[in-house]
């Protein structure tokens, strides 16, 4: 159980770690965690947004799930899990008084025990992980100790991973923000010529032009030089960061 544990916590590190989108790997996340639980329950994960919850699964459970978010009433044990921030335990589906109609689905899908438990990121709960049985009372003390670890590995491999995608899109769009700017430079500098002006008179020309035709001035700016030079605008230079030299180890 620890070596599937350990393995697993280095698979999931290793799948959010490397820039995908937390969204896009959720069945992934849920195959892992399904593989290195003890018994290998099936796995649902839900991550919470305010234009609509993000669910996936492991494969044998993926299917049930995306149903089920289709027909759901808004209360069953993952849902709570992240509204009272707090595991839901159901050891006997059949015997579960709450969510009639969850309940009915469950057990038309052969789920007997469920076993949910919060996801958070620096404090707050943005989802959960919730595991499923055939078996009632399956999800003993050794299992939900394994999967109160895993849930907190995911909190924080989900902050690291959210926070590393959202500094990649503002990079990017710094690196199409200078990138205008450079064409609209270009530009510039061709009408300063042309028309023998400082540099804001130029940008006047280029904007007042760009409100009559209603186009861009980074569109108008490509034209311009296009028209000119025959060629595409010159690339802006960005001076990308050296990565560190890594040593070979010797055999």
């Known amino acids: 159980m620890a070596d599937d544990l350990a393995l697993g916590m280095s698979d999931l590190t290793a799948l959010l770690l490397t820039g ?90 052969g789920v007997h025990s469920i076993y949910s438990l919060p996801i958070s990121v620096d404090g707050a709960v943005v989802g959960a992980m919730t595991l499923y049985s055939p078996k009632p009372r399956n999800f003993t003390a050794r299992v939900r100790r394994a999967a109160s670890l895993t849930a907190e590995h995911l909190g924080v491999l989900f902050g690291v991973a959210t926070e590393t995608t959202r500094q990649s899109k503002l990079t990017e769009q ?37 409100q009559r035709q209603n186009v861009r001035v980074a569109d108008l700016a490509v034209e311009m030089i296009e028209r000119v030079t025959g060629g595409a605008p010159s690339p802006p230079h960005f001076a990308e960061p050296q990565e560190p030299k890594r040593s070979r180890r010797r055999a």
């Not at 993000?54 to 899990?81: F, R, W």
């Open 174 to 210: 710094l690196r199409e923000t200078l990138a205008s700017r450079s064409t609209i430079d270009q530009a510039l500098g061709i009408l300063m010529a042309e028309l023998r002006c400082d540099r804001d008179a130029a940008f006047a020309v280029l904007r007042s032009k760009s």
């Open 20 to 109: 995908a989108e937390v969204d896009d790997s959720l069945c992934a996340v849920a195959e892992i965690v399904t593989r290195m639980l003890p018994g290998h329950p099936m796995t649902g994960m839900t991550l919470t947004y305010e234009q609509g919850d993000k669910v996936g699964g492991s494969s044998d459970a993926h299917a049930m799930l995306v149903k089920e978010a289709e027909c759901s009433d808004g209360y069953d044990p993952s849902l709570q899990a992240i509204v009272t921030a707090q595991e839901i335990s159901v050891p006997d589906v059949a015997q579960e008084q709450r969510w009639d109609g969850y309940r009915a689905r469950m057990l038309g899908n």
